[in-house]
Structure formats: C-alpha cells, structure tokens
C-alpha cells in the first residue's frame, strides 16, 4: 500500500512479448504525463491542495496471465487509485472484466476493442476510435481506377476481434463507394501459412490487398510480397503501417503502403485543455518516440487529470459520471464517450501514406494519396 499523500497511478503494460514495442511506447507516455502532472504540483483534490503522482508498473508479459495477476496485485496489495488499462484489443477486455468483479474504473487508452462496449462494464472509459472505424475513410481518401472489378484482397487473423475488424473497415469502405464492382478474396491467416498465402494472392491478382495482423506479422508480409508476388496493386494497406519504427523495419519495400493512425502530429487540432505539441516535445525523455501509442497513453493521462481536477475527488463513480460529460480535445484530439458503454466517439482515426522514409497523413491538407507504381511528386 502507497503514501495517502500521492495519487497512485497502476499500469500494466506489456515490456516484454509480443507487445513490447508498442506497450513500450504506452509506458513512456504515461511516464511523460506523470512527470509534467508532478512538474506542475501534482493533481488537486478536495482541500484544494496538490498530491504528487506516483506510477506502479508491472509488466504483463504481453500474457493474459500476466494481466490478469498484476490487475490482483494493483487492486488489492498496492491499492492503487487510479488504473490504466493494458496494450492490446484482447488484453483490455480480460483488464476491464477483472476491474468489473472489483467493482473499479479503468481508463483504456490501449485497446481498441469495439465488443468491449457492449458487455455491460459500467467502470470504463475508453478513449480510443474502435477498430472496426479504423478505415472507414479508406474509400474517400484513395481513388482507385479499375476496369469493371475491383479485386480486393483481405488477409486477417479471424480468431480475434482486433484484425478481423479492422480488416473490415477497409473492405466495407471501398465496397460502400463500389458495390457490384468489387470482388474479395477472404483469407484467414490463422489457417494458412504465409506461403499459401502468398500464392493465393498470386492467382488473384488483386488491385488492393488489406493485410492485418502482428505487427512482426505485417511487417514479414511486406517485405516478402514482392519477392514471392509478381504483381503490383494499386493500394496496400497494412495494420502496423501506422506506426513510426515500421519503415525503420521494412525500409523500401514499405514505400507507398497505406496504414492507420489514432494521432499524426500534422493533424490539425484546437487544443482547449493541457499542453501543446511543441510543449510535450520539450518535456519528454530522449529515448521516446512520439507516435500515436505513446500520445494516445499521454493523452488519457490529460483526460485523466482533467477529471480529477474539476471534480476535486478519487471517487471512481463522481469519476465515471463526470467523464460522460466530457467534451475537449487535448494535443491528442478530441475525447467525448457514449454515456452509456463508455466507448469512445469523438476521437477520429487518419490514415497515413509512406513515401521514401516520411510518414504522411492523408486526412489532412498535408497529403493526397498516391497509387503503387507512382513516383510522388
């Protein structure tokens, strides 16, 4: 048990596994919060006066095991007061069950989960766009030229929510906007090997290939599809492509990929509560990299503190109810839940384009999206 005199923040957090790298980026953006909440004097409480902030970590292991005993150990021997979510759509689901049967509030900023929100969790606060909304734009943003069929091909692991759904978005975005035009070639990862995958691809010949699994998973996949494949779509999507280290990992043959983001710093925000971009970067450990994991970890910290601050109180339930009322944007974007689940409809995705090591977004007026085979200009 911790000092009554600080706040206590638990977080488990995937340092290890499968998870490392992003669950990484999610500790180091809630270690930035905590240092900027402890640089300004703590949180307020109810006699007005400032608690410092103390941060107890555990790591997961990227395991359901792991989640599910630093959950007990955050709960009932540090008896945290405030509880930060897991890394990972399956992850936060186990996390916010178990936070359910103790009757405690967790602040999702890691999973994407849009199932979560329809189990009756009344203590949940998510702050992030579901995935089955992460390429819903897909279709508005690209313009693709075709005969008369469009060949997509969809590549998924369908024995989880995350790649399926996300997956998805994309195929139901470009068949909203080309109805009978289009044809889907469905495979799912968790059955074939990456070798039959890539000969079905191979036979189909398809004009858009939308690949979703671990990011190792989408990384593996485009770094071979040239070498195994001798076609060339028009537009792939890749799930992991949003993130910053995935050119660092496929280096050329990531060039014009299509990817999802929750944060870009080109997005065009107007900020009315906490930091700007340019504030964050000034107050942030040389090691970090400022991409969309660890923004959006940073930014439930900011959702967080706003709460607290204006509520004068730990109280999970005052909590809870305040944050259903909540409508501001941080340098993370903007935050509004449904009432009722908790899930998040506020927040918007962008969808980002590589082109020769630089990530852009394509939502903005940064950048308009350029087929494969395409030199930008």
């Not at 329809?118 to 734009?137: H, K, M, Q």
């Not at 792939?236 to 990531?254: K, N, S, T």
Request: aromatic share 10%; hydrophobic share 40%.
């Amino acid at each position: 048990m911790y000092c009554s005199d600080t706040v206590v923040i638990g977080l488990s957090v995937s340092l290890t596994g499968h998870y490392k790298l992003q669950g990484t980026s999610s500790y180091k953006g809630v270690l930035a919060w905590v240092d900027r909440v402890n640089s300004n004097g703590g949180l307020s409480d109810s006699s007005n006066s400032c608690r410092p902030v103390e941060l107890v970590v555990y790591d997961d292991e990227s395991s359901a095991t792991g989640v599910e005993n630093n959950i007990a150990t955050l709960i009932d021997d540090d008896q945290v007061d405030i509880i930060l979510g897991p890394y990972s759509t399956n992850l936060i689901k186990l996390a916010t069950n178990l936070c359910h049967k103790k009757k405690r509030l967790i602040w999702n900023h890691g999973g994407a989960s849009q199932d979560l929100h329809t189990y009756g969790f009344d203590l949940l606060v998510s702050s992030l766009t579901p995935c089955n909304e992460y390429f819903t734009s897909l279709a508005d943003t690209t313009n693709l030229i075709f005969d008369s069929t469009l060949k997509i091909c969809r590549v998924s692991n369908n024995k989880g929510e995350f790649s399926p759904k996300v997956s998805g978005s994309a195929v139901e975005s470009l068949v909203m906007k080309y109805d009978q035009a289009a044809e889907i070639l469905e495979i799912d990862m968790s059955v074939y090997d990456m070798e039959l995958i890539f000969h079905k691809i191979q036979e189909f010949v398809p004009d858009v290939i939308v690949f979703v699994g671990t990011y190792q998973q989408d990384v593996d996949f485009v770094i071979n599809l040239q070498n195994k494949t001798k076609i060339r779509p028009q537009l792939i999507c890749v799930g992991a492509a949003g993130l910053d280290e995935f050119w660092m990992d496929v280096g050329h043959f990531g060039n014009l990929i299509v990817g999802p983001s929750q944060w870009e710093s080109s997005m065009i925000l107007d900020i009315n509560h906490g930091p700007t971009l340019a504030e964050v970067k000034d107050n942030i450990a040389e090691d970090a990299v400022l991409d969309y994991v660890f923004m959006q970890a940073y930014g439930m910290g900011l959702i967080i503190e706003y709460c607290i601050s204006a509520c004068k109180t730990l109280d999970e339930q005052v909590l809870r109810r305040f944050a259903e009322t909540v409508d501001i944007e941080t340098v993370f974007g903007r935050f509004k839940i449904d009432p009722q689940t908790g899930a998040q409809v506020g927040h918007k995705m962008v969808l980002v384009q590589w082109d020769n090591g630089k990530k852009y977004a394509l939502t903005s007026l940064e950048r308009t999206w350029i087929p494969l085979g395409y030199e930008s200009s």
